[in-house]
Structure formats: C-alpha cells, structure tokens
C-alpha cells in the first residue's frame, strides 16, 4: 500500500493531485492521448487515468442524470479496454460487470459544492480467467474499477478518474482466494490501496488554469 503521496502536476500544471510516490508516466514511455493522464504503479498492475471528455447530456447523449452520465462513461471505459488493457491489465474479454457500490455523489473541497463529483465501484470479470500461457501477459482473474466524474458544467466538460486495479491471483495483494469475499464487502489489500488512491485525489484534485477547457 502506498505509505506517501507526492503532488502530481496533469495536464502541463494545469491540474493538480495527488498520487502515490512512485507512480510512472505513462507519457515518458508511450504516446498518450492529450486528453488523458496514465499513471501506473511500478510494483502491481494498477493504474490511475484522467480522462477529459465532451460533457455527457442531452441532446448529444441521453443522460438526464449525473448518475446515468457516470454509468453512461463507465460503459465506455469498459468499451475500450482492449486499447486500455496494454498498460492496465483489464480483462479485454469482459463478460460480467458486478456494481459493488452505485452511484453516490461525494465532495472535492477544492472545487466546493458548485460543482457534482459522483463516485462509483464496479468489478469486471473476463470469460476466461485461466492462468496465461508461457510468455503471455498475466491474466486478472477480476479487475476492480473505482470511476468518479466531475462535472464542469461551465465548461462543457467531463472529467473522468478511473483507479484500475486488475487482481491476478498469486501476485501482492492477491495470494489467495481467502483475500476477497464480496459478497460481505472483504475487500482485498489491492482494493484497499485502490480506495485510498481515490480519497487521495478526492481531496487533493485542484484545477489550477481553466483555461485547460477553453477552445483553442
């Protein structure tokens, strides 16, 4: 579990929060997308990514409500995961999608009350969970997805943070089907660390220039 967070500037400084010391720029080793931040962990398969994306609400899309446009993004989260799935580990042959906890608006201080922050917790198992063949990528038996929105009406924007923490059994955090019981809400260490990346940013999560969403 991360024991230090170090404030990490996004978007060239134009956001900032703060993640776990340690974690790896996605952009120092691959092309990334403008409009997304990846930070991966250098010791498991979690990972964390800013999405910033078309503000989902009608007539374009047909959310009527802050919680159906968290929904409406998580979809298409899971959508891509064959891309997502490179870095991130998720399952690329996603079959169940269990929602462990829906939809529920939370606070970011720093951006006050002005603005609906909306959390949610879902699992994504694949079809097939075996173990990978020699020479192939470790296969996540499940993969836990904690997915928050922001919601800047104002600029016509949705912002996306998504903590992917893919579980292969026998790795860290993972030894042992006895780590995890869902059902009664046991969590394993992996998840755990997981949630604390979230209240992280949650309470760290600062828009410095929002100049960040104005057309160039």
Request: hydrophobic content about 35%; overall charge negative; some cysteine.
């Amino acid at each position: 579990m991360p024991s230090t967070f170090t404030l990490n500037q996004l978007y060239g400084g134009a956001i900032v929060a703060l993640l776990p010391s340690g974690y790896l720029d996605t952009s120092e080793i691959r092309q990334v997308p403008d409009n997304q931040e990846v930070r991966l962990s250098p010791s498991s398969l979690t990972s964390v990514i800013f999405d910033i994306v078309e503000r989902a609400e009608p007539p374009s899309h047909s959310c009527r409500t802050d919680a159906e446009a968290l929904r409406y993004h998580y979809d298409d989260v899971v959508s891509t995961q064959p891309e997502r799935s490179k870095e991130t580990a998720l399952p690329d042959t996603a079959e169940e999608t269990r929602v462990l906890e829906p939809p529920k608006l939370v606070l970011m201080p720093k951006l006050g009350h002005k603005y609906p922050v909306w959390t949610m917790l879902a699992t994504q198992t694949p079809k097939d969970p075996a173990p990978a063949n020699d020479g192939e990528k470790s296969r996540a038996e499940f993969t836990a997805m904690f997915v928050t929105l922001i919601r800047l009406e104002t600029a016509k924007t949705d912002v996306i943070v998504t903590v992917t923490v893919p579980h292969v059994l026998g790795e860290e955090g993972y030894t042992t089907h006895e780590d995890v019981d869902l059902d009664v809400g046991k969590e394993t260490p992996l998840m755990v660390e997981g949630r604390e990346i979230l209240e992280q940013i949650l309470h760290s999560f600062e828009i410095v220039e929002w100049g960040l969403f104005s057309p160039s």
